[in-house]
């Protein structure tokens, strides 16, 4: 079996649009949270809140690439640029058949996926549609342009399971390279901000209501006044390689993925279950041959809902108590949906590699039902060599990795 590190990373977020932006919001506890004053003047829309990104450039990416790009493909893109910048990959090898992509998105992007069925509404036929209309609004959209951009000729994968896509999309990129089957894994997720996220959760009651005229106030993920979800925007992207063969090239290792498992809980769509998180948890830890006792910090899912929350609370708290650190960056971002594993997977290399948990935001009052387990309310500096970060979406769908720091 082959070892799989990380040799770069790529991120679009509420909170910054490079590695050391992105800290530095950390650590000093910036929200990206946002008004959106358009989302006003929906009907029946009870949030008007949301994470958004901004600043970044997307003439990055050559114009005739572009034409098949919704948002957030455009966002995935840059993403994967930088992260291959930052890794030192050569042309050559990028576009070799031992290079592969696995990226994903919920759905297609949102105001494309609208333009379309407006524009058909319109005209009752396809007179208004675009010749490249279906490249930005289809599943697959992100894996697709961001391969095409690269010109990889490897495998290539579009996981497609919300909150936990990324998180699938790095495992099961993981897993191809130990395997044998590819050197290079380009791996990660975007979804683009559209006020039908918003919506879905809204009238599933799991989106945060209470704290529009102050939105960095939420989503307070554990907390007792935590009144649910905040949908937000973004991209990320992460070079996975064999182990050897970044050596041989002198990659930069910025951490190595040691372990993954995901399973269903097979109960129901939209209420989690402890059962399924744990099983996710303990099959991510024996497929790294580590003992829950070596796990240094976990990056909780930590959406923010009432559900959510306490389910997953209650799964660590099977699994070890009070006895490991554990806090969410969602407080932070927002819930980025397909996004979220792989920015939750940039922010633990960052904790990881600078000795520093970074606290759970806005999480002022533990909710007795979450209670029980080791929050981190404020910054702690302890060495970190392990980190186990999960992500458990709608479907029962549960993703865990075990992250660790180079050379622990």
Sequence with gaps: MKRVVITGMGIISPIGNSLGEIFESLLNNVSGIKIIKEWNEINGLNVNIAGSCEGFDQKKINRKDRRTMGSMAIMASLSALDAIEQSGLEENIIQSPDTGVAMGSTTGSGANIEQVFSDFSKSKGIN????????????????????????????VLSPCCACATSTQAIGEGFEIIKNGHQKVMICGGGDDLHPSTAAVFDVLHAASRNYCTTPSKTPRPFDVDRDGLVVSEGAGAVILEEYEHARKRNAPIFGEINGYSTCCDGEHMTSPRPDGMIRSMTGALASANCSITKIDYIN?????????DIAEARAIKHLCR??????????????TLAASGVMEVIFSILMMNNDVIIPTLNLETIDPSCAGIFHVQKKIEKKINRVMT????????????ILKKKNS
Excluded: Q, Y
Aim: hydrophobic letters at 40%; aromatic letters at 6%.
């Design 300 to 308: 909780a899912h930590a959406t923010g809902t009432s559900k959510g």
């Design 390 to 401: 999960s992500n458990f979406a709608f479907g029962g769908i549960n993703a865990t990795l």
């Design 128 to 155: 208004l549609l675009e010749g490249t209309a279906f490249m930005k609004i289809m599943s697959h959209s992100v894996a697709a342009n961001v391969s095409a951009m690269l010109k990889t000729k490897g495998r």
């Design 322 to 335: 009070d006895t490991i650190p554990v806090s969410g960056t969602k407080g932070f971002t927002g819930h």
